[in-house]
Structure formats: structure tokens, C-alpha cells
Nanobody, 125 residues
Framework: QVQPVESGGGLVQAGGSLRLSCAAS????????MAWFRQAPGREREFVSG????????KYADSVKGRFTISRDNAKNTVYLQMNSLKPEDTAVYYC??????????????????WGQGTQVTVSS
């Protein structure tokens, strides 16, 4: 199994940028699809972005497409989420998740057996 650990969250003004990192240890990182989800207070956890185990393609929620970029560095066992042009509605706890080995990244929570503890992102207006 793989154990994701998120970092890089914080407080930023609207229009600013943050880069989240997810270090995944304990498994064969380059065989797992990876994804970012987020959960705002009173709302369900939702898909943000995912990257194929090969890094060959990515997926984005419509709400973040064009503003966020997911990438992975398999040599460092790390996946990143570059967040630009942040909006107050991006405020949430962001979670890193690993899916099933050798599978494409899906958009459903149930497709990801391994989860980090989350990192808080707060965007002020």
C-alpha cells in the first residue's frame, strides 16, 4: 500500500497562488493513479484533479480547469497541484489520494483506497 501525505496549504488572497505537494511512501508510486479532492465545510468531498500513473494524461473538475495544474514526479514519489488565480470558493481541505495500481484516475471517491490527512487552503476575498 501507499501512504499519501499532503503539504503546502495555507492562507492566500484571491488571485494568488499556492502549490500543494503530496509525498507518497510505502508503495510503488509510479504504478498508482493519483488525485486531489477537496472538501469545504458543510459540503461533500469532491474531485479536483487526477493524473494517470504514467503521467501521460490528466483530468480536472470544470471549476478548476485552466487555473489548476496537476503533475507528478515519480523519481520523488510526489504529486503536485499548482493552484493559480485562486478564488474564495476554492477554500477547502485538500486531500491527496492514490487509486488502484495500473488503473486510470477516476473522479469518484470510492476509486481511491488510500488517502492523506488533508491540508487546509483558505482563500480570502
Amino acid at each position: 500500500q501507499v501512504q499519501p501525505v499532503e503539504s503546502g496549504g495555507g492562507l492566500v488572497q484571491a488571485g494568488g497562488s499556492l502549490r500543494l505537494s503530496c509525498a507518497a511512501s510505502g508503495g510503488t508510486f509510479d504504478s498508482y493513479p493519483m488525485a486531489w479532492f477537496r472538501q469545504a465545510p458543510g459540503r461533500e468531498r469532491e474531485f479536483v484533479s487526477g493524473v494517470h500513473w504514467s503521467g501521460g494524461f490528466t483530468k480536472y473538475a470544470d471549476s478548476v480547469k485552466g487555473r489548476f495544474t496537476i503533475s507528478r514526479d515519480n523519481a520523488k514519489n510526489t504529486v503536485y497541484l499548482q493552484m493559480n488565480s485562486l478564488k474564495p470558493e476554492d477554500t477547502a481541505v485538500y486531500y491527496c489520494a492514490a487509486g488502484t495500481k495500473w488503473r486510470a484516475p477516476g473522479v469518484s471517491k470510492g476509486e481511491y483506497p488510500y488517502w492523506g490527512q488533508g491540508t487546509q487552503v483558505t482563500v480570502s476575498s
